[in-house]
């Protein structure tokens, strides 16, 4: 149990025969003295000893750990694990488990974090179990920044596995295996709703650029997520699934790392260690620069091996040495980063930031030049891909475009002995590494007057390491309180040494004279965004110039960053969060990554300025386009299925179960080619943080024509709502019909009814079915008669399964990506070469 040791009953009487006395003393002066003093007094007598330590596996109910003593920590009954406050910077903690080593103090193996991307305070911060069964961890005494929003918890267990669990009479209701942070320990499910995220640095264990996850095609994927870039890089981005030996036919995604050993994968990625078979310690953790690898040893007294590891060239992993750098790797030597000829370094304490441009390129055809750098590969961001082109034919594609950074010229084999040349054209240098195996050359494009050598050893910069701790800046203000109380303490004659010595001790440890109110600068550690200052955002949308949409949550500027990057400005309507609170929600969307979601890239909070910074979408929004020819039938069926897939992903496979609540087409936007991004996913959580917690909403959100009929009827909101708003949307874009707005039907009388969408359409359905003419009938004209009937009747069969007035009946958005992929469906072929 946790610590809950008494005082002895003789120090009890002692204390309780001073309030007697200090009570008769000092009524005289201050009754409301009395009163407080006795309040503390009580409080201190009948409260647990929190400073005795404990090294039992479980906290009970009522119960804490605090941040400010080093023994309150939790102890797995065989030893190997312990769970308590573990420093992550200058009076900067995290909670956490980590294995049990001698000595270890701020270096230990941590397996697991609650907070790692929110630190809280080295004084009065706790983790409290509360009666209500909840688990919360208290900031300072202020702030919970994170917490289970569990009920009807008995205790908290650390188990022998490493495991954290919080328990009732039925069974486990919460566990630490279910979120793991950049480790997996054996016996830990890994499955698609579950992520493993590197940190940031060896020394910075806030969330990093590098994810180990379950894709949407059911294989498992690393994923660098960089300031600005995200790219997959194992397996093989250039291979499908079947080339590097996986399979996407199993939906269940699973895999396990057993005790001796074997990992193995629903996919059909499996290893197993180099010391397979013997029972040690293990742990397969996703390090810093990206690399999985699994680690053991003997027991606590062993340094960790590694006995297993994705990638033994660590250059090939991406962005590992940042924008235009090169990355060698040599086994005796490791790894180094070099800047490329005419770049320096942008920050001297981390690669990640790469490299920037001491020229400037012009348009000018006859004022650039090209440097060989031999055996140099900088993978993707092509802005073209030529075949069977010449050197002299690569280098005039590039010089007639200003944006063209140099060209990658490579040799394939193929069928020709010489090998067929391949150019391709970059916009970008990202991902760049040089090994003497790769049978091409990278063509640097640069100023015809300045003089580069192609020798960019020169160019090797050594990182600036000087501290090894992160510091997190924090103020403490001290507010001095003044007791204007004097008093006059009498000896009461008979009253003994010891009750003397008792009161003067417990006076002076009570009131010192004055109270400390500690308040917090919060600078929270790196989230993955940027963080603008208000200043930069008015700049960057000339004082929010041009607005190009709103709606309930806020409204959106175009806007230009300083690299000339176009970006949508959203300003938030309501500021009522706290920064802290406001940061931890931005960690939450840090961690969602998918291809049908807005990709964010940066936040302001300052003061009660609360504003998002998304990429701009070159087509707007779906509903702007709905009436342009642009959208011909397949591109609507895209859109259903892309969509579809992104709200697949915030229910049932990012990190946190996450509603969007307002599904319409004015938050489904368009790319340069019309593939469909949803936004303003995370705004239901940023306006109304724990709400999603609970089976109501304080008030009902979403847009009217596309609201689910639980919203009107006060029933429990579940992710169904967004299921029902998904498929209004899909019969407005079908149908060319605003939702919301009643359709006159002629009935057999001659009177005009009124009908909403949905009804008209069912209408029409059952109506015509015999003739089979009723999706005719409520097709787009915009559309045109050039369209596939047997897909667009499917596409709308399929929604109406979605405008279900029972929640129950109506499929989950998996369940709909699987109808319209036709995984398996008797009409398989159906959509074949439309996803």
Request: aromatic share 12%; charged share 20%.
């Amino acid at each position: 149990m946790p610590p809950s040791q008494h005082r002895s009953p003789l120090y009890n009487c002692l204390i309780l025969r001073l309030l007697k006395h200090t009570s008769s003393i000092l009524n005289p002066i201050n009754l409301q003295m009395v009163t407080f003093f006795k309040l503390i007094v009580l409080y201190f007598i009948l409260s647990p000893s929190i400073s005795s330590s404990t090294s039992l596996d479980t906290l009970s109910k009522g119960s804490s750990l605090s941040v400010e003593d080093s023994k309150h920590v939790l102890t797995s009954q065989d030893g190997k694990f312990s769970a308590g406050f573990y420093p992550v910077g200058n009076n900067a903690y995290c909670f956490a488990t980590w294995f049990n080593e001698p000595s270890c103090n701020n270096s230990c193996t941590v397996v697991w974090m609650a907070n790692r991307d929110t630190p809280v305070n080295g004084r009065r911060s706790k983790l409290s179990l509360l009666k209500s069964g909840n688990l919360i961890l208290t900031d300072a005494g202020q702030f919970i920044v994170w917490s289970t929003g569990t009920v009807s918890t008995l205790d908290l267990q650390l188990r022998n596995t490493g495991n954290l669990v919080l328990r009732n009479s039925e069974g486990d209701l919460w566990q630490s295996f279910d979120s793991p942070t950049n480790t997996l320990l054996p016996g830990q499910r890994f499955t698609g709703r579950t992520t493993l995220v590197a940190s940031r640095s060896e020394s910075n264990i806030s969330s990093g650029f590098y994810k180990f996850y379950f894709d949407n095609d059911n294989v498992i994927r690393l994923l660098y997520s960089g300031l600005t870039i995200s790219s997959v890089f194992w397996p093989d981005p250039g291979s499908v699934p079947w080339e590097v030996e996986r399979t996407t036919y199993n939906s269940s995604k699973f895999a396990l790392l057993d005790s001796l050993g074997n990992f193995s994968s629903t996919d059909n990625f499996t290893f197993s260690s180099a010391d397979y078979g013997m029972r040690l310690q293990r742990r397969l953790t996703l390090d810093y620069d990206g690399n999985l690898r699994l680690y053991s040893r003997k027991d606590e007294n062993e340094p960790w091996i590694v006995q297993y590891q994705v990638f033994s060239d660590p250059c090939t992993v991406h962005g590992i040495c940042g924008p235009n750098s090169v990355c060698n790797y040599v086994p005796v030597s490791g790894r180094k980063c070099s800047c490329i000829p005419g770049y320096t370094m942008v920050n001297h304490t981390d690669w990640t930031y790469g490299c920037e441009a001491q020229f400037n390129l012009s348009c000018i055809d006859s004022q650039s030049t090209f440097l060989k750098l031999p055996h140099v590969e900088f993978y993707g961001y092509d802005f073209g891909f030529f075949p069977n082109t010449t050197l002299d034919e690569c280098t005039e594609k590039c010089l007639k475009r200003c944006d063209c950074k140099g060209f990658q010229l490579k040799f394939e084999k193929h069928d020709h002995p010489n090998g067929v040349p391949y150019c391709f054209a970059k916009t970008l240098l990202l991902n760049g590494r040089r090994s003497p195996n790769f049978e091409g050359d990278l063509y640097l494009k640069v100023p015809k007057v300045n003089k580069f050598s192609n020798n960019w050893h020169s160019n090797e910069f050594n990182l600036t390491c000087d501290e090894k701790v992160i510091e997190l800046k924090r103020e403490y203000r001290k507010e001095h309180g003044v007791w204007s109380v004097r008093f006059l303490l009498f000896f009461v004659i008979g009253l003994g040494l010891v009750e003397i010595f008792v009161i003067i001790s417990v006076w002076l440890f009570l009131f010192p004279g004055r109270s400390r109110r500690i308040t917090q600068g919060y600078l929270i550690a790196a989230t993955g965004f940027k963080r603008f200052s208000y200043a930069e955002l008015k700049r960057a949308t000339q004082n929010f110039k041009e607005e190009i949409g709103s709606g309930a949550g806020g409204v959106v500027y175009k806007g230009r960053l300083p690299d000339n990057r176009i970006v949508a400005v959203k300003r938030l309507n309501e500021a009522n969060q706290g920064e802290a609170e406001f940061l931890a929600e931005m960690s939450t969307i840090g961690k969602l990554n998918h291809m049908n979601l807005i990709e964010m890239w940066g936040y302001c909070a300052e003061g009660q300025q609360r504003l998002l910074v998304y990429e701009y979408m070159e087509h707007g929004s779906l509903a702007e386009n709905l009436s342009s020819k642009a959208l011909d039938w397949k591109k609507r069926i895209e859109i259903a299925v892309g969509t579809a897939r992104g709200l697949a992903y915030l229910h049932e496979e990012c990190l946190e179960w996450i509603l969007h609540c307002d599904v319409k087409p004015q938050n489904i936007l368009l790319d340069s080619n019309y593939h469909p991004k949803v936004s303003d996913f995370g705004l239901s959580r940023l306006i109304d943080r724990g709400a999603l917690q609970n089976s109501d909403f304080s008030r009902m959100r979403g847009t009217r024509g596309y609201i689910a009929p639980e919203w009107i009827f006060k029933l429990p909101i579940t992710s169904k709502v967004d299921v029902y708003s998904y498929g209004v949307v899909v019969l407005e874009m079908v149908t060319g019909k605003v939702p919301g707005v009643e359709i006159g039907v002629a009935n057999g009388n001659g009177e005009v009814e009124r009908q909403g969408l949905v009804n008209w359409i069912r209408g029409k359905k059952c109506g015509d079915k015999a003739r089979g003419t009723w999706i005719e009938e409520i097709i787009d004209p915009v559309i045109g008669d050039d369209y596939d009937k047997a897909k667009l009747q499917t596409l709308v069969e399929i929604a109406l399964q979605c405008v279900e007035e029972d929640r129950e009946v109506r499929p989950t958005m998996g369940q709909v990506v699987e109808q319209l992929l036709h995984e398996g469906n008797e009409t398989s072929n159906k959509f074949e070469g439309i996803d």
